[in-house]
């Protein structure tokens, strides 16, 4: 069994998945959503979680610097909530903040171009949050 982490933003979504003992996260993919469309990727987390046997999901929850939860944060309560009724799978709301601004130092640390970056910060994203789920709880 799996721990699926989601880096959950208004244009993308990051996938992250962990090995089967949960040690380690590996960015597996970045899901394009619409919101003003209504299409939030939620199909498409169901087959990856069938598809990696996940028995878990994490969410970045992007609570702000002082504690309090904004915008951005109950959108992700709400993905979760939805998420959860209807995948059947549990999910867990993980504090995520400065997760995506570390993904970004880290691609500009590693040269990465703009262009390239913009590609995979979700993913990256991801897997810090998930990471920092699994290092929690191990």
Partial sequence: MRTMGLDVGSVTVGVAISDELG?????????????RAKQFGYDRV????????????????P???NNTVGERAEASEKYAEVLESRTGIPVVLWDERLT??????????????RKKRKKVIDKLAAVMI?????DSNN
């Avoid at 998930?130 to 699994?134: C, K, P, V």
């Fill in 23 to 35: 040690w380690t996260a590996q960015g597996i993919e970045t899901i394009t959503i619409n919101e």
């Fill in 46 to 61: 169901k087959e990856l979680a069938a598809e990696y046997d996940v028995n878990k999901i994490v969410v970045g929850w």
């Fill in 63 to 65: 609570k702000n610097m």
């Fill in 100 to 113: 995506t601004a570390a993904a970004e130092r880290t691609l500009l640390e590693a040269d990465v171009s």
């Fill in 130 to 134: 998930l990471q920092s789920y699994l």
